[in-house]
């Protein structure tokens, strides 16, 4: 059983090497399914005669809400009027379309090359205004000014936490070429962090979304490195004898759970973010592997075959006795915590396939929610809503998210390539 947990561990770790996508190609969003009532809304078209850039504003807020399977955005081209303002919408007009809710907005220029967003979002059944908001934002910064209309939007009529001005990463290879790459949540604006010709693994977003910390093999053997988003800095965080593998970072950001065979089997220890203070958590005759770390730091739940097969257990984040937390199913591993602590999601291995399920932490329900035969990664959307996983389709990775009740699914692909690895991180400020 631990040579069949090895061949599945060096399955992930070499994951990347599967794929051959074209580097900086936007990803190409597929939606099935939906919420039991989705919310009729209409956004009408801004007014952005200011904005130079050829991207329109409504139409990611539009694309933004329709990924999440909750909203049903409706087709404004029959109606005369395009407010622009609360106090020019003719509610009759919106009723008779039968929208719920309507936003509508503008973008005029600024000195200094800016630009003032305004949006407002109206509840047409009572004709009165749900939330306004302005933005003064760089020509630039108007995608993302969107993706937080979107979350407005969202927040206000879901009653759920923002996701959609967040980010993305995974791992690409082209040409023979392995690459880091992180993009906005809907698959758009891709961007290179690091690359070589060696395959790269594991990527993890520190908690402020400022540094990304990732597996290298580009000296032959796996190394922690942490790249610095805003300056480029690389750090080299492990590289003691043996493998330096499965970086997660602690909830504030100060330390990493790591994996190191440096003195004997796969186990787990702490770190320090500067790669110092490196501290042993578990010490088995198995292999210990996968941390990731509760949102309140106290716990490093983790993958091991100390039981026989690969399940998932905890660890005080001080180290000490571990304690098994799955029971169900043949083998369960990855675990990935949901943003409130309150659910894990992990893979399940039954009858020979490797599928996303979650797990309630109180009761021990579990849930199946994804299909595929090959599921691997699942990462958490920073509301806890959307599961973001690995998967293979036509003999070719992809990537593929499922909301966190399994009614909506998507699945993410780049022409002629595949991706790997996801790891979705926090909301942008």
């Known amino acids: ?141 108007l995608r993302l000014t969107a993706h937080k209309i979107a979350d407005v939007i969202y927040q206000k009529l879901t009653g759920e936490g923002p996701i959609f001005a967040s980010r993305i990463a995974y791992i690409n290879k082209s040409k023979g070429r392995y690459s880091l790459q992180v993009a906005d949540a809907d698959g758009v604006n891709p961007q290179t962090v690091v690359s070589s010709n060696e395959p790269i693994i594991s990527p993890a977003w520190s908690p402020d979304g400022t540094r990304i910390a990732y597996v290298s093999f580009e000296k032959k053997k796996p190394i922690i490195f942490v790249q610095s988003l805003t300056t480029g800095q690389r750090l080299t965080l492990a590289n003691f004898k043996g493998n330096n593998s499965a970086p997660s970072w602690s909830p504030d950001g100060s330390k990493l759970a790591i994996v190191l065979t440096h003195s004997d089997n796969s186990q787990l220890y702490a770190i320090n973010a500067d790669g110092t203070g490196l501290r042993q958590l578990t010490k088995s005759g198995a292999i210990d592997t996968e941390p990731n770390w509760s949102p309140d730091g106290k716990w490093i739940y983790f993958t091991s075959d100390r039981g026989g097969n690969p399940q998932i257990y905890k660890v005080s984040s001080i180290g000490g006795e571990a304690q098994r937390v799955t029971f169900q199913g043949g083998q369960n591993l990855s675990p990935h915590f949901s943003p409130d602590g309150k659910s894990l999601a992990m893979i399940r291995r039954d009858g020979g396939k490797f599928t996303v399920a979650v797990q309630d932490l109180s009761s021990g329900q579990v849930q199946v929610l994804s299909e595929g035969a090959q599921d691997e990664s699942p990462s958490f959307a920073p509301n806890g809503r959307v599961i973001l996983y690995a998967t293979r389709t036509g003999g070719r990775g992809a990537l593929a998210a499922v909301s966190s009740d399994g009614r909506v699914k998507q699945r993410l692909s780049e022409s002629g390539g595949d991706i790997r690895e996801p790891s979705w991180g926090p909301l942008l400020n």
């Open 1 to 141: 059983m631990k040579t069949l947990f090895r061949l599945f561990q060096t399955t992930l770790f070499l994951a990347a090497s599967l794929a051959s996508a074209a580097a900086n190609a936007a990803l190409e969003i597929e939606i099935s399914g939906g919420g039991a009532q989705q919310i009729p809304i209409a956004i009408v078209p801004f007014d952005q005669a200011a904005a130079a850039s050829q991207d329109k504003i409504s139409d990611i807020i539009g694309a933004d809400l329709r990924r999440s399977g909750l909203f049903r955005v409706l087709e404004t081209g029959g109606v005369a009027s395009r407010p622009a303002d609360i106090a020019q919408i003719k509610y009759a007009e919106w009723a008779a379309l039968q929208a719920q809710a309507i936003t509508v907005g503008s973008i005029t220029a600024l000195p200094g090359n800016r630009l003032k967003v305004t949006f407002k979002l109206a509840d047409v059944l009572k004709q009165s205004q749900l939330a306004s908001m302005e933005y003064n934002i760089a020509p630039s910064q």
